[in-house]
């Protein structure tokens, strides 16, 4: 027999702060809790360490008894991480426990586990986020940036949930793809280090041929939905613009779905209404408190609650474009000439963001949208007149952001897909696996996009979507 | 008023057949129902058809009256999409209920809405798996894949709750990067489309310098777990390895852990163990039953439940890479002398294979591998021999398998962390980010990888993992 041939030893993990204050141990135990200091104060007699270890948006009171010996033993700043070992007992504060640190007691013990230099850049005092994404390693030690985090795990277990009740399977797409979707030509490349930079001939591509990052997984939904009948996905995407707003990253994450047995528009509206309603009402039924928990701005409260009501409180309007050209002009536009669009002219972000937030004062569901605007794959209308083409296909609008879903019924015949493809000169042959799927038991389907950290951004009442993804990524700014 | 101007209309999409199976509608009512055939067959008086829509692993029988007269009436085959408007009633087959289609009754309908031409390469008999991978955009409507597709869908979805029940954040860190993780230069560039091949100089680069996809997200997701306590991901990640086997993918998905107060690799050990056990659990206690019911082979579907069995019905071993050596040139490499591993070598694949396969009989943990076989992060282990030096790692080895998880405590002083990079050689002026965790309130942890992609063929007795990714990507092939 080996000397230390073992079973896996059963050593458990140290409790989170979390878990403590959701199950407490027994009033009076002797406990030990780790976490980072997010401040200290002391009176004469007591001390206090609020201490957080990120699991959920409470901090875990720590009192200390002979508040000057401990100071003066233990060199104790904020953002130092600790370990402190002491009584667990019930508290007259504003948790129903506290965990209390006394030097006499043997037993009790606190040491710093990692220590902070002086240019530790998180303090107290609050900064803005725009300055905080200066330090990428730090900013989510933040109460309101960790607590996005949490609020983005949270969204997206509540999305599974939701897709599994309907039915849906949750599929992976590829994300390296020959193909481009949008046919925008903002993609990225991808070659292997070793063959970059080699030239253009078919040994010198990893993949036997030129190869982009995808844009949209929806050619390849499509492909699965049409053997799985519903299925969804929740990917990063990749887009090349150069543009640097407050909702625009390149790279992204796309929330797309894709369903059979769908021929009209309004299915594809009345299940993304479906769909962004179930989300808002789990936050505030309680999804959501974590969230309102760690906002120090009551104002800022004010206005997330005010959005989540304003979404769960009425059925959403929905109009067409044509519709929605002639509201601009007649209200928006009402006196100013000049601004008036013409049938065909694109519905800008402005637009969008009057006709939610000030004219509806709610989300809103634009459809039938000019085929000139639109991609290749969009069936014609099923008011279709040939004097204003349009397409059966609509967006997503919200107050504040402009567009959060993008979505269409799918072409599903052969005939008519490979005309319209021809007709705007594309390449159909490199697309002949997605009409293949046309040519064999094919099915009408549709299905949309929905830019997860837009979603988000306006149901966390962040101004910048920057600031709801850990690590953004953006013309000019790779730093890690 | 404008003409049209409405609410959403409260438009439903039609039942999946999943849900008309669970939920199933009162006996004898009108219903229409869509799918793809998957046989017909006929009797003198009556024909059946197996519908399926992908949804779950049943299929429909739709059984239809005056069969010839059907028959010549519509050129039904398999493959096409229909749908049928008939009587839901009660059935004496191996299912509740069964569609009735009578032509005579003037509510009954059938209809065709995809055809399939002649060379539709799906047919009733069985093609191998490696024979369907020719059709990607079809293989996922044979019983078998489809259900792997689920199959996947599910595991997710108990991922997601067991993480949840652990006090995990799920975040996405991201896929650009400008850092290395393993060193290993196995990795893809990326560049925008507009600035690829314009040459290396600064303002060359989309984001500012040179940027590959991520080959591990470990060191994103450690800056993360010290601010969360505990993170996870389910994130592609990307390798530019010129090797095509049943195991490896040029793109794939890895499942990565990260938790803070860890200082004993029997920590992660014991947590990988309780992570997979619990997925295992599930599909046993029902989870796996879609799965199972596709399988048309009794063999395969008594190799998956073995694996389940063996996984959960005992404590796995866990022996060191020291006694991984002794035992594999004692028992495996006996009377071959040529064989023998030295100490230092690698363990390859088929040692791992023969260890959990053969001479455990059960997943393995193999810890304390020596340190010049493993990354820069990762401590010395607990009994260091200066001469025998080894670090504080893990992996988790499968039968048929091998390597499933990999993991470590990582180094979590900045003034070791720093020595052994600069031991190494490594750039660490570029690293700098990620020693800043180091030099702020930093705690011990640890963490580990998975394999997704592996964890899904063994648990899903899939022997090649290309076949449970909808698109596998590997060198020379990216089709579409």
């Known amino acids: 027999m080996l000397r230390s041939l073992h079973t896996a030893a059963r050593t458990n993990l140290a409790p989170t702060i979390k878990h403590l204050l959701e199950n407490p141990p027994t009033a009076s135990s002797l406990l030990t809790c780790n976490g980072h200091i997010k401040s200290i104060r002391h009176s004469k007699n007591a001390g206090f360490i609020d201490l957080s270890d990120g699991s959920n948006q ?11 010996d401990v100071l003066a033993a233990h060199q104790l700043k904020v953002g ?15 948790q129903d426990y506290e965990l209390v640190f006394n030097p006499l007691e043997p037993d009790h013990a606190i040491s710093i586990i990692g220590d902070v230099g002086e240019d530790y850049p998180i303090q107290k005092k609050l900064s803005t986020f725009q300055h905080l994404r200066n330090f990428p390693t730090f900013r989510h030690r933040t109460a309101t940036l960790g607590s996005m985090l949490r609020f983005r795990s949270v969204v997206e277990s509540k999305l599974m949930d939701f897709f599994n009740s309907q039915d849906f399977t949750k599929v992976v797409p590829p994300l390296i793809t020959s193909s481009d979707c949008e046919g925008a030509g903002e993609q990225f490349k991808v070659e292997s280090l070793t063959n970059s930079g080699k030239g253009d001939s078919e040994e ?12 949209s997984t929806q050619l390849h939904l499509e492909v699965l939905a049409l053997s799985l009948n519903r299925a969804w996905t929740l990917t990063p995407c990749f887009r090349a613009e150069v543009s640097n707003t407050n909702r625009h990253l390149s790279e992204f994450w796309m929330l797309e779905a894709e369903m059979c047995y769908v021929d009209d528009v309004h299915q594809l509206t009345a299940f993304s209404e479906k769909l962004v309603k179930y989300i808002t009402n789990e936050l505030r039924n309680g999804a ?7 906002r120090f701005s009551r104002e800022d409260v004010k206005i997330i609650k005010a959005r989540w009501d304003s979404i769960l409180d009425k059925e959403w309007p929905t109009i067409t474009y044509t519709e929605a050209i002639e509201i601009i002009n007649r209200v928006m536009n009402k006196g100013r000439l000049k601004n008036r669009l013409q049938w065909g002219d694109s519905i800008q972000t402005p637009h969008e963001k ?17 085929a000139s605007e639109k991609p290749f794959y969009m069936p014609k209308s099923k008011n279709y007149e040939s004097e204003r083409p349009t397409v059966a296909c609509y967006d997503l609008i919200l107050p504040e952001i402009g567009e959060l ?4 019924v799918r072409e599903h015949r052969y005939d008519e897909l490979l005309a319209e493809m021809k007709a705007r000169g594309m390449n159909h042959e490199d697309m002949e696996w997605y009409l293949s799927t046309r040519a064999h038991g ?17 149901l966390g009442g962040m101004e910048n979507i920057k600031d709801v993804i850990p690590f953004p990524r953006v013309p000019q700014s790779c730093s890690c």
Chains 1, 2 share one sequence.
């Open 204 to 215: 010198n591509y990893f993949f036997g041929k030129p190869s982009y990052l995808t844009v």
């Open 58 to 68: 409470h901090s875990l009171s720590v009192v200390f008894k002979s508040p000057l």
């Open 288 to 294: 959501g408190e974590d969230l309102l928990n760690s």
């Open 405 to 408: 879903i993008g979505g269409s």
């Open 80 to 94: 130092q991480s600790i370990s402190v070992k002491g009584s667990w007992i019930e508290s007259k504060g504003s």
């Open 354 to 370: 009057w006709l939610a937030g000030v004219h509806f004062n709610s989300p809103v569901f634009i459809t039938d949208y000019p």
């Open 442 to 458: 094919s099915v009408p389907h549709g299905g949309f996009g929905l830019g997860f950290e837009r979603l988000l951004a306006y």
